[in-house]
Nanobody, 117 residues
Framework: QVQLVESGGGLVQPGGSLRLSCAAS??????????MNWYRQAPGKERELVAT???????NYADSVNGRFGISRDNTRNTVYLQMNSLKPEDTAVYYC?????????WGRGTQVTVSS
């Protein structure tokens, strides 16, 4: 098992930036990862996949964030990041970290991102 804790959310003006962090309770090297993902869920909408990183570092993004968001990881800190630039009001949502492991699927509790002037 692994516990995931997100941080870094908050209120930001349109055009601004935030970096979200997802800290894992175990070494990323010690777990068999399929993908590490960021999802988001806006009020009244379904949860959507925003960004994905495979175990070998390949990345993929939703069309709505491609070119503005970047997923990365720091193995020494057991942390996955989501850098969000040029934020728009429609990016407002609760952002969730997700690890899809061979042993199961694990979620953090989420962090709120609000983009508003």
């Amino acid at each position: 098992q692994v516990q995931l804790v997100e941080s870094g959310g908050g209120l930001v003006q349109p055009g601004g930036s935030l970096r979200l962090s997802c800290a894992a309770s175990r070494s990323i090297f010690s777990i068999s990862i399929n993908t590490m993902n960021w999802y988001r869920q806006a009020p009244g909408k379904e949860r959507e996949l925003v960004a994905t990183m495979t175990a070998i570092g390949r990345t993929n993004y939703a069309d709505s964030v491609n070119g503005r968001f970047g997923i990365s990881r720091d193995n020494t800190r057991n942390t996955v990041y989501l850098q969000m630039n040029s934020l728009k009001p429609e990016d407002t949502a609760v952002y969730y970290c997700n690890f899809d492991l061979r042993s199961g699927n694990y979620w953090g509790r989420g962090t709120q991102v609000t983009v508003s002037s």
